[in-house]
């Protein structure tokens, strides 16, 4: 038998029967047709049991969503998406909804329903209260939606009642503060989802066409749903559902509806191991579940009858077959930081992800390069980081000769610097993952072995790649007066953050502590957390207005980092630089005004934006070579820049 036997068994949900236990639900997913169905069937080929197309809206007072399911429109498009993926085997579904007054204001919408008058905390949108009328033809819509559904050939529909849109906000005591027979008790908080949940049976009969519910299990709404609450929910509509699907968070509390690395895996099992007991249709979870073996654990024991693993298989669309092959540890690791993700889909940049380039790119790009070259080369990579791993993963799949030198004793870059930072460690998971697969293409790794020029003539490469990346600036350099160092910025007690964290001059902390972030990323958090662990009085300081202020969308990449951080001793001043550094303190201004405010310190971080090392570019460009610069080396200085430039440069060169 094989370890994860129950993870692979099929199991019958309402009429229809999924193949096995690993699913996928409803999230953010491409809205063109050929992209969706590329990236639907990705999954479907790689061995997922059932996907679910992400919410779309049943109303046509809610038209922000692109699948417009109160017409027949959008339903040849399904067709033939549905076709695509039952090819495959996969079953699909689509969640249906209505926002309410959870989604962005947009010139279509003339007004936002919602159970009561209650401003949403993110858009600052104030919905209107629905009326009977309404509240009946929406049912009514539910009921048409889940129909052109079935029609259209999918395998069920998916009824989202949780973070934070109209059906939620019904159900919530602290977003429903009606006094008609749909507000109150918990009977008539429920009065809308059980009329929706009727309606659609009605609709679609008994036919083999599941019918699940979405709840959520802790909204972290104050005074609204807790797991409680959401087990007598649960328990009432168990009798009339195929399945219960849960998930925790709202616009309250964003973060926590995609839950990141700072949070432990399996986030939401203990608000689920309230309600689970209850109910007798099976039950799909969610939350930071990335490994095939926490998800079978949570299947062998009983805490869950299929486990979505949404973030884990778009690292890995591929997860599932791996996991068959007996190939886990080939497996490419999700690393929690919503930056490729979520980030970039609420930044509108379109769905990507930091460790797999093809992402959301499945019609364009394929998951492993499908063009091995006619002319090996030996290629020189110069640097050890992520991109130049990334880099010569691609290029020795391709058949190149590839042969990696690194100037430090350690492969990972910057990644081992971060993943040694509190809350950081799963960062550290995907530099592994690239060593072990450098490890098994047989890529030779030099370390300790600084490249110059000298030995790159004796190497006599055909091609060198810079991975080179970026140091931390030590000569005062600020965004904000770029002409002039910040005074005092080379006192003794004024470090980098590579300082602190270990890779550098070692010092001793004294508290007060001033950090002056002026990258807005992660890094100006991590220094933050390790020198509250250290105890000192910490306050941050940065030219952007929030912590984590330049990171892609931060309600969901540094949310739950700045709770941590309020929760200590521990204060942020946004919208600052740094007029002047002297013993004992520190001098802030704004830009452009004549403020002045003066904050003690006794140890100074400067989180600057890095350096980058262009020196052996530079010099190899003078000499007559055509060097190939990739990750931080280029002025970028990201992660997922990192690994997709040494990825898109490895399949092509």
């Known amino acids: 038998m094989g370890i994860y036997d129950k993870l692979f068994e099929p199991i019958r949900v309402g009429g229809i029967t999924i193949p096995n236990r690993i699913v996928r639900t409803a999230h953010g997913m491409p809205y063109d047709e050929e992209a969706l169905t590329a990236y639907l069937v990705a999954r479907a080929k790689g061995g997922v049991g059932m996907s679910t197309i992400s919410a779309s809206s049943v109303h046509p007072s809610a038209r922000f969503s692109p699948h417009r399911l109160w017409d027949d429109d959008y339903m040849p498009t399904l067709e033939r998406v549905g076709k695509a993926v039952h090819a495959h085997g996969m079953k699909l579904l689509h969640q249906i909804f209505h926002p309410g007054a959870g989604h962005y204001p947009g010139a279509e919408e003339p007004e936002y329903w919602s159970a009561s008058e209650i401003a949403n905390p993110m858009t600052g949108i104030v919905p209107v209260e629905i009326t009977k009328a309404q509240i009946d033809d929406l049912v009514a819509h539910f009921a048409a939606a889940a129909r052109r559904l079935r029609d259209a050939g999918l395998d069920g529909v998916d009824i989202h009642a949780s973070s934070g849109y109209l059906l939620h906000e019904f159900l919530s005591p602290a977003l429903n503060q009606r006094t008609d027979n749909y507000g109150g008790s918990p009977e008539n908080r429920m009065r809308l989802l059980m009329e929706v949940i009727h309606a659609i049976r009605a609709e679609v009969g008994g036919s083999d066409f599941a019918v ?15 797991a409680e609450l959401s087990r007598q929910i649960a328990e009432a509509v168990d009798p009339f559902v195929d399945y219960v699907s849960l998930h925790m968070g709202s616009y309250w509390r964003f973060h926590k509806l995609i839950a990141p690395a700072d949070d432990p895996l399996g986030v939401e099992m203990e608000f689920n191991d309230v309600i689970t007991p209850a109910l007798t249709k099976p039950v799909i979870v969610v939350g930071r579940i990335a490994t095939m073996d926490h998800a079978n654990y949570l299947v062998t024991s009983g805490k869950a009858d299929m486990v979505s693993m949404v973030r884990a298989l778009m690292a890995d669309p591929e997860l599932v077959n791996k996991a068959r092959r007996g190939e886990e ?7 929690g930081t919503n930056q490729g993700c979520v980030g970039r889909s609420f930044q509108k940049l379109g769905l990507s992800c930091v460790v797999n380039m093809a992402n959301g790119r499945e019609a364009r790009v394929a998951l492993e390069p499908e063009n091995p070259t006619d002319t090996p080369k030996n290629i020189l990579v110069v640097g050890g980081g992520p991109a130049g791993m990334e880099f010569a993963r691609a290029a020795a799949l391709r058949g190149h000769k590839v042969q990696i030198h690194e100037a430090t004793k350690w492969l990972g870059g910057q990644v081992t610097m971060a993943a040694a930072a509190p809350k950081r460690a799963d960062l550290g998971a995907i530099t592994r993952w690239l060593a072990d697969e450098l490890e098994h293409l047989q890529v030779p790794i030099r370390l300790n072995s600084l490249v110059d020029m000298d030995l790159v003539r004796e190497l006599a490469p055909d091609e060198v790649v810079i991975a080179t990346g970026s140091t931390p600036r030590i000569d005062g350099f600020q965004v904000s007066t770029p002409g002039a160092p910040i005074p005092g910025h080379d006192l003794p007690h004024v470090h980098s953050s590579w300082d602190l964290f270990g890779f550098g001059e070692k ?18 958090i991590s220094a933050a957390e390790v020198l509250l662990r250290a105890g000192v009085h910490v306050t941050a300081v940065s030219r952007f207005n929030d912590v984590g202020g330049n990171l892609p969308f931060p309600a969901v990449t540094a949310g739950a980092a700045r709770e941590r951080l309020m929760s200590g001793d521990f204060d942020f001043i946004g919208g600052h630089y740094v007029r002047a550094i002297r013993e004992g303190e520190v001098e802030l201004g704004v830009l452009h005004t004549d403020r002045v405010r003066i904050v003690p310190a006794r140890t100074v971080i ?7 090392n262009r020196s052996l570019a530079n010099e190899l460009r003078a000499a007559g070579y055509t060097p190939h610069v990739i990750g931080d080396a280029q002025g970028k200085d990201s992660l997922l820049n990192a690994i997709h430039t040494g990825e898109t440069l490895g399949r092509t060169i």
């Open 212 to 226: 699940g519910v979405r709840l959520p299990n802790e909204d972290y709404v104050p005074g609204g749903i807790t």
């Open 329 to 335: 540890g080939r497996i490419r690791p999700c690393i």
């Open 507 to 524: 010092f001793t902390i004294e508290g007060p502590a001033l950090i002056y972030d002026d990258s807005g990323s992660f890094e100006g």
């Open 606 to 612: 400067l989180v600057t934006i890095n350096q980058p």
